[in-house]
């Protein structure tokens, strides 16, 4: 099959926006990477692949929420048992709002959307009057909300969690919980880093002892470990900690845990082909 030229082609998710399959190139993009759009019958490689216009393309399926990440909370909702309805909450590091857009369709009464990016936050989530878009806004600098939060969720990239915890904590309620993405890309040390990527469950584990440790000394307890069911970027693993203070979990089963957590995310990350965010 012969590949179009640049003058006779467009981009997939541009070409998708045009047709009305997609609202932005953000919301294609998130879709050819769930692997719901087919071009010509073929499963779309990638959301620059250079099509024809005119192109037969299909979506199979509409997204749930507003990006993939959404499947990530929702899962970790799902898997710990987590009722966010009537509840306030924070979401750090919205982006375009796949956290939050779980948050609300969970019934959660208001989110704080916090991230430093400008005009990521999809329109809908925008025009939603229980979204509160703070964008521009470094949650490490943020003092204070107009009021104290009962959920905590956090979706953050270049920035370890250890940085940003007492400020999430200081955002809470006495009884919130929280649900942290953990990124080990983003927690190692660079020499455990090789192109972007965590493959080492030994440093998997370092990292999240490091954080349980961290979240432990500003009052929080784990009450839950599980893998993300989607890979980050370039194939990388990663985890959701669900910490509160109302918990107080034997510290001798935490490294029982992480291990039960590292071992589920060796089988997804060999049962998954990698697709990234």
Not at 34 to 44: I, M, P, Q, R, Y
């Amino acid at each position: 099959m012969s590949t179009p030229s640049n003058q006779d082609s467009i981009r997939l998710d541009k070409l998708m926006v045009e047709l009305g399959l997609a609202s932005s190139r953000e919301k294609a993009q998130a879709l050819i990477s769930s692997g719901l759009v087919t071009v010509n019958g073929e499963k779309a490689r990638s959301s620059d692949q250079r099509v024809r216009r005119g192109t037969k393309v299909i979506v199979k399926e509409s997204l749930p929420y507003v990006s993939r990440g959404g499947y990530k909370l929702a899962y970790a909702l799902d898997r710990f048992q987590i009722d966010v309805k009537d509840k306030v909450a924070l979401d750090a590091g919205a982006s375009t709002g796949g956290f939050t857009d779980v948050l609300l369709q969970r019934g959660a009464k208001k989110v704080y959307a916090v991230d430093v990016g400008y005009g990521q936050l999809d329109v809908k989530l925008r025009n939603d009057p229980r979204v509160v878009n703070l964008e521009r806004t470094n949650i490490r600098f943020l003092d204070s909300l107009p009021e104290l939060v009962d959920i905590v969720t956090a979706d953050l990239s270049f920035i370890s969690l250890v940085l940003v915890i007492p400020k999430l904590v200081s955002l809470s309620k006495e009884h919130a919980d929280y649900l942290l993405l953990v990124k080990p890309q983003f927690e190692a040390g660079r020499h455990q880093v090789k192109k972007g990527v965590v493959k080492d469950p030994k440093v998997h584990n370092e990292v999240l002892h490091r954080i349980v440790e961290s979240a432990k000394s500003e009052g929080l307890s784990l009450k839950g470990i599980v893998p993300s069911p989607i890979l980050g970027p370039a194939g990388n693993v990663e985890f959701i900690a669900w910490f509160n203070r109302l918990h107080e979990l034997d510290s001798t089963n935490i490294p029982m845990m992480i291990e039960a957590a590292i071992s589920e995310s060796e089988k997804i990350k060999t049962s998954k082909e990698h697709v990234s965010d």
